[in-house]
DNA sequence: CGTTATCATATTTTT
DNA sequence: TATGATAACG
């Protein structure tokens, strides 16, 4: 490694890192924790450990494992690696902790009694075969909701705990009910050949607990196993990188505990904590130096991480000044806020801010609804990043189900969703049939199914149906034997099973939409096809690989669009000008979390929210808000109160300072806000004819409390609800 | 078997 | 306020 040329190269690869994060990235082997705040280059400590690595000859590509939660951070670390060595890493294992772990499985499952081509059950599949479960046992999936119980079960299961251990364990009614559910769940889960997002990982330990030599292949070949966001990890991931560290000791993890905000998804901040138990001998570097924000927003995140008890002190600075003071505003209810929220956007848009460089952040996917009706009525464009997912979108999840079935034939969750979609007469009664008889026989559902003339007391409509149903799938399956490219069977399947024409005699917008959808995913699948190496099973490999991605990574760097989402969301993401709304008691932190205790966790969201803001940050409260229907006031959060005064700018109270206080003084938000609205209302009667900027001429129908009027326009017919002082409309 | 009406119910969610 | 699930009906 001692040439000249990659010498310069790893000079070049070191240039420009500051001095912990130098030692990172060029610590030799055995335990690294590398403790990293937020904005403090993590991602770059990573990727220039791994090149070092590499570079040195220290591992070669296909001795590093390099783990991530999502798919997203998988390939920027990929990319941003690549473009350090100016070379392709193809033999690298640079992915997520599942899809390493069906990596694993696809090669090893067979040995635990599944095929390669196990289906991936995603919360939803594995929801409603928790409810079979359930039904099972005749319990009241009123009482126990399928997600309630498969909570509890995810739980068990990130905590290495099987149906027996669980049972142990458990005193109450409900957990004696889940574990009971929870045995048949698992049987279920098996006899489908499938697993759920936890299974992944527990079986991957499974395999390499079991068998010595499946361990002994993984510890050896893994010469370095790097670990980002640390902090989230729970039991299961933990034991599987212990695993596989076993044999080199070569674990590196970066992480933040301030930022661990998934324990009730079961992450263990524990394992970050107490790394350096674990691992006596382990190297730990703190990196400090922030790179994104200003000394007030970060002096602001130091403040309130401060009052947790559990953490490991770090102190964020930064050398990019002190910067604006922290706006911290409380508005009369959220539609004021809201349109505090927007009318500072356009002030900020109005002085040359770009869009796309204003985000807006909110504890719970609901408050999104306000903020966007008021960007709606003033026309801003926006996106809202966490919605509805592509891949959770019933078509899309309908048209892989067909593939599913096509591989897995045991599949009953999978079958069960196609059989009667679209409509061909197949109703509850018929499939229930069905799937006794195969249970009873035990058969697959496809045989059952295959040969419906022979399942007692099914009418012959249904015979003849299922008949239908299953030559076509017959015929599919040939071709899927043919090896016939996944594009074109899944259109000539989306063709075959009548999916595209029940759309298209819809004739409707949505059902437009949802065949653009799928034109989108056959688009996924030809891409697919395309990078497919000429292997076997590639018809398993695609179907895991999309039951992996979560959404088809649809956040935009549009210029034009300010950013919602939620601050769980927001996450690993920094925007020059960030707004929080909702600071208050019962929302941020939320009621629940407050309830169960978890409020430590709650405070650490509020600092990987105030941590995103680069320039400039606004904290918005409302004093009064309606949640489901009813109106609730809440005090403000106690994380406003957290944050040093001299840090901020509160328009509310009098400043210690002149300035502020002598241009408003009392309260700024009550008097204009609810004045607006109510003067507003006797502008509009039923009856009025009114012409809108944009939908045209209408007509009043309703007049509504808080200056809504209802237009009906003669335009598309549509009835509207609109704001009569904010929305442009005019009376003829 | 499929449609409609009513009622309960309500964080956050990388995979 | 909105959605989703069940119950009753056609």
């Given at each position: 490694?001692a040439?000249?040329a990659?010498?310069?190269r790893i000079?070049e690869?070191?240039?420009g890192?500051?001095a ?7 610590h030799?082997?055995g ?35 390099a ?5 997203k951070a998988a390939q920027?670390?990929?990319e941003?690696?690549e ?8 033999a690298?294992?640079?992915m997520t902790?599942?899809?390493a772990?069906a990596?694993?499985?696809r090669?090893?499952a067979h ?5 390669r081509?196990f289906?991936i ?12 479960s ?5 319990v009241?999936?009123?009482r ?9 079960i995810?739980?068990?299961?990130n905590?290495?705990?099987?149906a ?12 004696t ?9 698992e049987r279920?889960?098996h006899?489908?050949n ?20 499946v361990?002994?292949?993984y ?15 729970n039991a299961v991931?933990?034991?599987w ?10 674990l ?5 505990d301030?930022?661990s905000?998934?324990g009730?998804r079961?992450a263990?901040i ?17 990196l400090?130096q922030?790179y994104?924000s200003?000394?007030?927003i970060?002096s602001a995140?130091n ?11 770090k102190?964020?600075?930064t ?7 922290i ?7 959220e539609?004021?806020e ?8 356009e ?10 460089e204003?985000?807006v952040f ?38 892989i189900?067909?593939l599913?079935?096509l591989g897995?034939?045991q599949d009953v969750?999978?079958f ?18 069905v ?7 035990g058969?697959?559902?496809w045989?059952?199914?295959?040969h419906a ?6 009418g ?8 239908r ?5 017959q ?13 074109d069977l899944?259109e ?5 099973t009548g999916?595209i ?9 949505e059902?437009?939409g ?13 891409e697919?096809?395309?990078t497919?190496?000429e292997e076997?099973d590639t ?10 991605v979560a959404?088809?990574?649809?956040r935009?760097?549009d210029e ?5 989402m939620?601050i ?6 920094e925007?020059?000008i ?6 208050e008691?019962?929302?941020?932190p939320?009621?629940?979390a407050?309830d169960?205790?978890?409020?430590e966790e709650?405070?650490?969201l ?5 941590t ?7 904290l918005t409260?409302a004093r ?6 009813a ?11 957290e944050?040093?005064?001299?840090l ?5 109270e009098p400043?210690i300072?002149a300035?502020v ?15 607006r609205t109510e003067?507003?209302?006797?502008a ?9 900027a944009?939908f ?13 009027v209802?237009?009906?326009f ?10 009569a ?8």
């Amino acid at each position: 490694m001692a040439d000249t040329a990659s010498q310069s190269r790893i000079e070049e690869l070191l240039a420009g890192l500051n001095a912990p994060q130098r030692e990172a990235v060029t610590h030799g082997d055995g335990p690294l924790l590398i403790l990293a705040g937020a904005g403090t280059g993590k991602t770059r400590v990573l990727t220039h450990r791994i090149a070092f690595l590499e570079g040195t000859g220290m591992a070669r590509a296909n001795e590093i494992l390099a783990i991530t939660f999502t798919n997203k951070a998988a390939q920027e670390m990929r990319e941003r690696v690549e473009r350090l060595l100016g070379r392709r890493t193809r033999a690298m294992w640079v992915m997520t902790f599942h899809a390493a772990c069906a990596r694993m499985l696809r090669a090893d499952a067979h040995r635990l009694g599944y095929t390669r081509q196990f289906t991936i059950y995603d919360q939803a599949d594995a929801r409603r075969l928790v409810k079979r479960s359930l039904d099972e046992l005749g319990v009241d999936t009123k009482r126990f909701t399928p997600g309630a119980v498969h909570h509890q079960i995810s739980d068990a299961k990130n905590k290495l705990r099987d149906a027996e251990a669980y049972s142990r364990l458990v005193g109450s009614y409900f957990e004696t009910t889940v574990a009971d559910a929870y045995r048949i769940y698992e049987r279920e889960l098996h006899r489908m050949n499938a697993m759920d997002f936890d299974d992944l990982l527990v079986n991957a330990v499974n395999v390499l607990q079991l068998f010595q030599e499946v361990r002994d292949r993984y510890s050896t070949a893994f010469r370095h196993v790097l670990v980002d966001e640390y902090q989230d990890t729970n039991a299961v991931q933990y034991r599987w990188l212990q695993l596989l560290a076993s044999e080199h000791r070569n674990l590196a993890v970066v992480g933040d505990d301030a930022q661990s905000i998934y324990g009730f998804r079961g992450a263990d901040i524990g394992n970050i904590l107490s790394f350096e138990e674990t691992f006596p001998d382990a190297h730990v570097v703190k990196l400090e130096q922030n790179y994104r924000s200003t000394q007030t927003i970060l002096s602001a995140a130091n403040a309130v991480i401060a009052h947790n008890r559990e953490q490991k002190h770090k102190s964020l600075w930064t050398n990019l000044g002190q910067g604006e003071p922290i706006k911290i505003r409380e508005l009369d209810d959220e539609h004021a806020e809201g349109r505090y929220v927007v009318g500072e956007i356009e002030r900020l848009v109005d002085e040359g801010a770009s869009r796309a460089e204003i985000a807006v952040f909110y504890r719970t996917n609901a408050q999104s609804r306000v903020i966007e009706d008021t960007l709606v009525r003033r026309d801003i464009a926006y996106q809202v990043i966490g919605g509805t997912k592509f891949y959770e979108r019933a078509e899309v999840k309908d048209a892989i189900a067909y593939l599913t079935v096509l591989g897995n034939p045991q599949d009953v969750v999978s079958f069960t969703r196609i059989v009667n979609s679209p409509r061909r007469g197949i109703g509850q009664t018929s499939l229930g049939r069905v799937i006794a008889h195969a249970d009873a026989m035990g058969i697959s559902i496809w045989q059952a199914a295959a040969h419906a003339d022979q399942v007692p007391g099914l009418g012959t409509a249904a015979v003849r149906s299922l008949g239908r149903f299953m030559d076509t799938m017959q015929d599919l399956r040939e071709r899927v034997e043919q090896r016939v490219p996944i594009g074109d069977l899944l259109e000539s399947l989306l063709h075959d099973t009548g999916y595209i024409d029940a759309l298209q005699a819809e004739r409707t917008i949505e059902a437009q939409g949802r065949e653009e959808n799928l034109a989108e995913l056959v688009e996924v699948a030809r891409e697919f096809d395309a990078t497919a190496e000429e292997e076997a099973d590639t018809l398993d490999v695609f179907l895991q690989g999309v039951a992996l991605v979560a959404d088809a990574d649809t956040r935009t760097d549009d210029e034009g669009l300010i950013t919602l989402m939620t601050i769980h969301n927001a996450k690993g993401l920094e925007y020059p000008i960030v707004f929080i709304a909702g600071m208050e008691e019962g929302v941020f932190p939320h009621s629940r979390a407050l309830d169960e205790g978890g409020l430590e966790e709650e405070r650490r969201l509020a600092y990987v929210g105030v941590t995103r803001a680069m320039r400039s940050l606004y904290l918005t409260s409302a004093r009064r808000r309606a949640v489901f229907g009813a109106t609730q006031y809440g005090m403000r959060s106690r994380f406003l109160d957290e944050i040093p005064p001299q840090l901020t700018d509160r328009a509310d109270e009098p400043r210690i300072r002149a300035g502020v206080a002598a241009q408003r003084p009392g309260s700024w938000a009550s008097s204009s806000s609810s004045t607006r609205t109510e003067t507003a209302v006797p502008a509009f009667r039923m009856g009025d004819d009114v012409a809108h900027a944009a939908f045209g001429a209408g007509v009043v129908t309703g007049v509504e409390a808080g200056g809504i009027v209802v237009v009906r326009f003669a335009g598309d017919g549509s009835e509207r609800k609109l704001m009569a002082e904010y929305a442009p409309i005019t009376k003829l």
